[in-house]
């Protein structure tokens, strides 16, 4: 029997919803992989120096050996849709993708010697990269598949490891109606994509989901509120940077920085570390990547890939 509160949405409205709740569980992604691996690998969380302390006032946390096959089949996963959606939409992956490690034809987990931190990074890299293109992910054929997969990859490890830590908190590209602070979000309360509210964080102020499903034209509103919560960059003008470049624009920089000449564009691994050469195309000398901020150079026999 149907229950009569929930209300009767359209497939269009049902997979926007559906959308939104991925592209969350994908930023928050990074943040649990970590998590979850460090409860598994506490010694590489806390940096030892042999000097006698006391004890700590904090409770330690669970150890958890399963969170180790949980985090691997997750970023194996992970991997594996990057990589069929940088086919296709004919686009180059990243470079921790073109350097994965491969058991056969399958993508593994992380290797042996990943720290939590550095999982969590990995993951990060991919989730950009995905989130960068999810208007043209979600409009494709198989933009449906891939949303519900993400839902299976990472809602039974949000059940799991519950104590990982939070992003803040996206809100609607609006401010709300009684106290006019922009803390307007959707929160969900179950698997059910309907089962929802929209709540100010700032003055509390509640509307349950199924007052905007009520109507096709407030329904038609709210999802487009939520797919504007998450522009926080300019997702156009990072990928003009990435063509002009060969690399994504670090914190602060200008993204209509201009470009004299094409870029090598030249990738590799670098300490563990995706790299993308910035220099111009056919320049001498070693390659040069500024992707994550910091200048890293490298020699064609540096390179832990090409």
């Known amino acids: 029997m149907t229950d009569p509160t929930t209300p009767e949405v359209d497939a269009d409205t049902a997979y926007a919803l559906t959308a939104t709740r991925a592209r969350r569980a994908l930023g928050d992604a990074a943040g649990l992989i970590a998590y979850a691996r460090s409860l598994a690998i506490p010694s590489l969380g806390v940096m030892g120096d042999g000097m006698p302390r006391a004890a700590s006032k904090e409770a330690p946390l669970p150890f958890r050996a399963d969170a180790i096959d949980d985090t691997d089949d997750a970023y194996a996963r992970l991997i594996q849709w990057v990589t069929y959606w940088a086919g296709a939409l004919q686009v180059n992956p990243p470079a921790t993708v073109v350097a994965v490690w ?27 990269w995905l989130l960068i293109r999810w208007d043209a992910i979600v409009l494709h054929d198989s933009g449906e598949v891939f949303v519900t997969d993400i839902g299976d990859i990472f809602r039974p490890l949000f059940g799991k490891y519950p104590r990982r830590p939070q992003r803040e908190r ?48 407030t329904a038609r509103k709210l999802m487009q509120e939520l797919r504007e919560e998450r522009q926080v960059w300019d997702r156009g003008a990072v990928l003009r940077f990435y063509d002009e470049h060969g690399y994504y624009p670090a914190d602060g920089e200008p993204l209509d920085k201009p470009r004299a000449a094409p870029a090598c564009a030249a990738t590799a691994m670098v300490q563990r570390r995706p790299a993308v050469c910035a220099r111009r195309l056919g320049h001498n000398g070693p390659h040069r990547s500024l992707a994550t901020g910091t200048a890293v150079e490298w020699g064609e026999e540096d390179g832990e890939g090409g």
């Open 102 to 128: 491969k058991r056969g034809d399958e993508e593994q987990g992380f290797r042996a010697e990943a720290t939590p931190a550095g999982a969590g990074e990995l993951v990060k890299i991919l989730v950009t």
């Open 170 to 217: 996206q809100v609607l590209p609006r401010p709300c109606e009684v106290c006019d602070h922009y803390a307007v979000g959707a929160e969900w309360a179950s698997e059910d994509v309907t089962d929802f509210v929209v709540r100010c964080d700032h003055c509390d102020d509640t509307v349950p989901g199924a007052t905007y499903l009520a109507s096709e034209k």
